[in-house]
């Protein structure tokens, strides 16, 4: 069974930083599509980033340049480095998986989902 746990969130001051981690166990780790969303109060959830079994990394133009998504295949973990914080960036953040196959950027292509993490930035 697919299991992704969130770790990391908080609350600071816009132009701080947080990382957020994601463990992952209950499949081959290495060989999946890895991603984070993030939903704010009223709003849709939204991507944000992912990572494809061979490193590949893509990010959403809102945090390009700010955030560095990662990932560790020895310690089956999942981070999302997050600088330059604006409060626009507040939101429950969620890390995703799915099985082989071509990463995407909408959430109904991820089976698999943490409980998410809460970011609040304030101005």
């Known amino acids: 069974q697919v299991q992704l746990v969130e770790s990391g969130g908080g609350s600071v001051q816009a132009g701080g930083s947080l990382r957020l981690s994601c463990a992952a166990s209950?499949?081959?780790?290495?060989?999946?599509?890895m991603a984070w969303f993030r939903q704010a109060p009223e709003k849709e959830r939204e991507w944000v980033a992912f990572i494809d079994d061979d490193g590949r990394t893509s990010l959403a133009d809102s945090v390009k340049g700010r955030f560095t998504i990662s990932k560790d295949n020895a310690k089956h973990t999942l981070s999302l480095q997050m600088n330059s914080l604006k409060p626009e960036d507040t939101a429950m953040y969620y890390c995703?998986?799915?099985?082989?196959?071509?990463?995407?950027?909408?959430?109904?292509?991820?089976?698999?989902w943490g409980q998410g993490t809460q970011v609040t930035v304030s101005s």
């Open positions: 209950g499949y081959t780790y290495s060989s999946y599509c």
């Open positions: 995703a998986t799915r099985d082989l196959g071509s990463c995407y950027t909408i959430t109904n292509r991820y089976p698999y």
